[in-house]
């Protein structure tokens, strides 16, 4: 790990413990904006991490940004830093300046939902999407869409979209975002390579490896602290035979987020990252499957109310989990890619992996 990683991690967790509080949870769940919290983080420059100074960013590694993005899963921090992470990214690769703003992004998978038609002077853009993270929050959406020949990018101000608010599990706003016959100026259109698309797609799945791996960590601290604190029968629960073996099982998963995510860290930062994302999605999602149940059921009935922040970090988990493609899958298409590899190139394969 480097010193500048180390240092973008450590700044990362002191903005976190300040400002991601229990109460600008409860409130940004609530459709109340974080703005103290977004602050901090745009004069940081945590929203263009990853990006060259060249085109507007601060600077640093992929696998800073995914460091980062693993404590701001841990803290269950209620903003689209991943979302305008992945914007800007993707904003780089088709060669236009990142933003310091919130920015979130369509779908890949629904990008014959908008249509571009082009007319005198530019394009005429129409769609919809049920699921756009933060719509109604950002300061721009950068849209996905298709015209007869190819497909196109644009960056549109939601003052000029239809928003209906939504959520997913975790309480994040996912909302229905609707343009009708909208005018886009031709140069601020781009086309896009399938290629670039699912590159993004990737790091989009490995931003939300990383949101998860961070969030078992809190879970399993959480966890951990409660069985000292709850006492039955004239001892803390920890001490019993039952409750260590759940203590035992949530930190060999949240090990297993933890190794993979790290492993994950190392391939995107040599660029040869698909195979691992996939097999770290299947591995945090699994660990997901298994620890939520248990934390919930140590805890008991408090870990599900309001008053107590585990419901955060499960609600959130069970969400992230659905995201850029669950652990089956991955899992399915990963087992794809071996059986078209042939048998004599399966060994090598298992070998190569860290």
Not at 59 to 83: C, Q
Not at 171 to 193: C, N, P
Not at 218 to 244: D, N, V
Request: net charge negative; hydrophobic share 40%; proline share 3%.
């Amino acid at each position: 790990m480097s010193d500048i990683n180390e240092m973008l991690i450590d700044s990362t967790k002191k903005i976190m413990r300040d400002f991601s509080t229990k109460e600008t949870i409860v409130e940004t769940e609530n459709g109340i904006w974080p703005k103290d919290l977004w602050q901090i983080i745009e004069e940081s420059g945590l929203t263009t991490v990853a990006i060259s100074e060249e085109n507007g960013g601060t600077g640093g590694t992929f696998g800073d940004a995914i460091s980062m993005l693993r404590v701001i899963g841990k803290f269950a921090a209620p903003i689209p830093l991943p979302e305008t992470l992945l914007a800007n990214w993707l904003l780089a690769d088709i060669g236009l300046r990142a933003s310091i703003k919130p920015l979130t992004l369509s779908s890949i998978d629904e990008k014959d939902n908008f249509t571009f038609t082009e007319v005198e002077g530019g394009w005429s853009l129409t769609g919809a999407s049920n699921y756009i993270p933060w719509a109604r929050f950002v300061e721009g959406i950068v849209i996905i869409g298709t015209s007869e020949k190819e497909t196109l990018i644009t960056v549109v101000d939601p003052a000029l979209c239809q928003i209906k608010p939504g959520t997913n599990l975790g309480g994040e706003s996912r909302d229905f975002v609707e343009i009708q016959d909208q005018f886009i100026k031709k140069v601020e259109v781009i086309a896009v390579t399938e290629a670039v698309l699912m590159s993004n797609y990737y790091k989009g799945t490995i931003i939300k490896t990383a949101l998860m791996a961070g969030s078992l960590e809190r879970l399993l601290e959480l966890t951990a602290a409660y069985t000292k604190e709850r006492s039955q029968f004239g001892r803390p629960i920890h001490r019993f035979q039952a409750i260590q073996n759940h203590l035992a099982v949530l930190s060999g998963e949240a090990t297993a987020a933890k190794i993979a995510a790290d492993n994950l860290i190392e391939a995107v930062d040599t660029n040869s990252y698909e195979t691992q994302a996939m097999i770290t999605k299947i591995v945090v999602g699994e660990a997901a499957s298994k620890s939520v149940p248990i934390a919930h059921q140590v805890l008991g009935a408090i870990g599900f109310t309001d008053e107590h922040v585990l419901q955060f970090t499960t609600r959130r988990l069970w969400a992230w989990r659905d995201e850029y493609g669950t652990e089956s899958e991955w899992a399915e298409q990963l087992g794809a890619q071996v059986i078209n590899n042939g048998p004599e190139e399966f060994w090598p394969f298992i070998t190569a992996l860290d």
